[in-house]
């Protein structure tokens, strides 16, 4: 019997080791005029990510002749990353356009260089961007130990990493579909119906909230749609001798600046939830440990303020929209504990959002 089709068809390719160099070198020498005369002597996979059917992530180390003269231009590292349906084409142009823009050499962000995206393979090749640590990292490290150096650090990354986001939205090139605030609400508003067909006893529950923020939503008006990141969360951000580095564009889009901001924002104040548990042990005395829990809601209140502040020196934003479009995230954190059972999970989002309606929408 013949052995089984690989789930991923390209992923031998890709980790074999002589048929990956070729297929490197063809994608460079096509994709651009300084590559056109390369020659790969070796390369060396290692895969990164493999969800089996669905995604892979290849990087591979590039060695090239010694008698090359023009391999010290020339990438020493390439990402390959595969795809389901037309996204990795949606990638690859969305880098296109900001590799062309005047990002790529704005000294406040570092992006990858698309290489080359081959549609039969659903295949997407791309440079690499130095790293350290990812932000999550360097959040979660600081607020789980609370160390003054580690805080200092993240304080000056998140300032960095604001100036980062303000860079990508003034690029001027606000192309591509356009996803707006009654795009995610649908997207919630399902989301709740699949969660109370599970949970019946949630049927309804949101409904107020959803139509609050909606009649607030409706109030205020969007900022211009700039090129949005689209899944901006500190998981993207990389961090490497003081310079930030932004990844993933698989989700880019026209959007307001809110969407991005939003998203970050509540996705920091998701990383507290992993930092406290490695925090110092629980107390077994219930108000000291209030104390500590809005001790740290405190500290997030700070550390995203701070960045929301950086952002609007650069790039004015209204702080409004930003509320909105975060409590529909956070929103979607309290869905999504439910969805996976897990009441831990829930006991600490629900507090986020009871104070973020506080603070910015009652």
């Not at 460079?28 to 005029?33: D, K």
């Not at 996979?45 to 003269?69: I, K, S, W």
């Not at 023009?70 to 990795?88: F, S, V």
């Not at 490695?278 to 219930?286: E, G, I, Q, R």
Request: one cysteine or more; glycine letters at 4%; charged letters at 20%.
């Amino acid at each position: 019997m013949p052995p089984p089709e690989p789930l991923l068809p390209v992923l031998p390719q890709l980790t074999n080791p002589v048929e990956a160099r070729a297929l490197l070198e063809r994608s460079l020498r096509s994709s651009a005029p300084a590559y056109r005369d390369v020659r790969l002597e070796a390369c060396r996979p290692e895969v990164l990510r493999d969800h089996p059917g669905l995604r892979a992530t290849v990087r591979f180390q590039l060695t090239y002749p010694a008698d090359v003269p023009d391999a010290a231009n020339w990438p020493d590292t390439l990402i390959a990353k595969t795809y389901e349906g037309e996204q990795g084409q949606h990638a690859y142009d969305g880098m296109r356009a900001l590799w062309h823009s005047s990002l790529a050499a704005d000294e406040r962000v570092r992006i990858a260089e698309p290489i080359a995206y081959l549609p039969d393979l659903r295949l997407l090749i791309q440079g690499s961007i130095p790293e350290e640590q990812t932000l999550t990292a360097l959040l979660e490290s600081a607020l789980s130990t609370q160390a003054p150096a580690a805080l200092a650090d993240l304080d000056t990354a998140m300032h960095k990493t604001a100036s980062a986001l303000a860079a990508l939205h003034q690029t001027g090139t606000a192309t591509g579909s356009a996803y707006g605030w009654i795009d995610e609400l649908a997207q919630v508003r399902a989301f709740t119906e699949r969660v109370a067909a599970v949970v019946p006893e949630l049927a309804g529950a949101a409904t107020p909230l959803l139509a609050t923020l909606d009649v607030y939503a409706a109030i205020t008006t969007p900022d211009p749609a700039v090129f949005a990141h689209g899944t901006f969360r500190p998981n993207q951000v990389l961090l490497h001798e003081g310079r930030v580095g932004v990844i993933d564009f698989d989700s880019w889009c026209r959007a307001e600046p809110a969407l991005d901001l939003a998203l970050f924002l509540t996705s920091v104040r998701d990383v507290r939830l992993s930092a406290i548990r490695k925090a110092a042990p629980l107390s077994t005395d219930p108000a000291a440990e209030d104390d500590r829990s809005l001790a740290f809601l405190a500290q997030l209140d700070t550390l995203c303020d701070a960045f929301l502040a950086q952002y609007a020196t650069l790039m004015p934003v209204k702080r409004a929209r930003v509320a909105i479009w975060e409590a529909l995230y956070l929103l979607t954190l309290v869905l999504r504990s439910w969805e996976r059972v897990k009441p831990v999970r829930l006991a600490n989002i629900v507090p986020l959002l009871d104070r973020h309606i506080r603070r910015h929408l009652v």
